[in-house]
């Protein structure tokens, strides 16, 4: 990981054991993850997944001072942040002037076909093998539930805009079942 002088300052927001993060290492920067489980940032620093520095807090609550990140990502993580506004504007406050918060997020599909065997997979194939699998079949309804009850795309841009970020662009993947919302401060 470069952190010389100049270098961008990012935060992985809501890392889980770090999945993301450890791709971001590769692009360089001063890295930062945060998760409120610490038994998650334990478990991704065993990995060798997580090697920058590790905080445990809460996403709606930064402990850092204002202006502090060049980049803010978040992975499959706001879904399940009970106030997506007051994220919204910690992630404003902690970002410097002209930096960027990135989303990756699960969303319905548009398209009525798709979205009717998406909702299938989802509500009857997946909770039915993984639960086999895994032995947990209520986390793979609480996964459909989340999807379906969290803030629809539009929406979302909506709040990110009303937040006060600058610019929102959004790029749909496989089909929209997922996103990529890129926030400019
Ligand atoms: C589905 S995992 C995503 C992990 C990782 N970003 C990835 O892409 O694999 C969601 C993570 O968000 C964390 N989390 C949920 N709510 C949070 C909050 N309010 N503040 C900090 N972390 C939170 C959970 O502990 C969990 O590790």
Redesign the pocket.
Known sequence: MTAGPGSKRIL??????G??TRQLVKGGGELFS????FN?LKKGVAKGWLSGENVS????KLPFKGESFDYLT????IR??PDVDVFLGESLRVLKPGGKLLILELTRPDNGFVRFFYNLYLTKILPFIGGILSGKREAYGYLAGSISTFLDRDTLIERIKLAGFKSVDYKKKTFGVATIYICGK
């Open positions: 992985d927001l809501c890392c889980g054991t999945d993301l945060l998760d409120f489980s998650m807090a809460d996403a709606g978040i992975a499959f993580g399940n942040i």
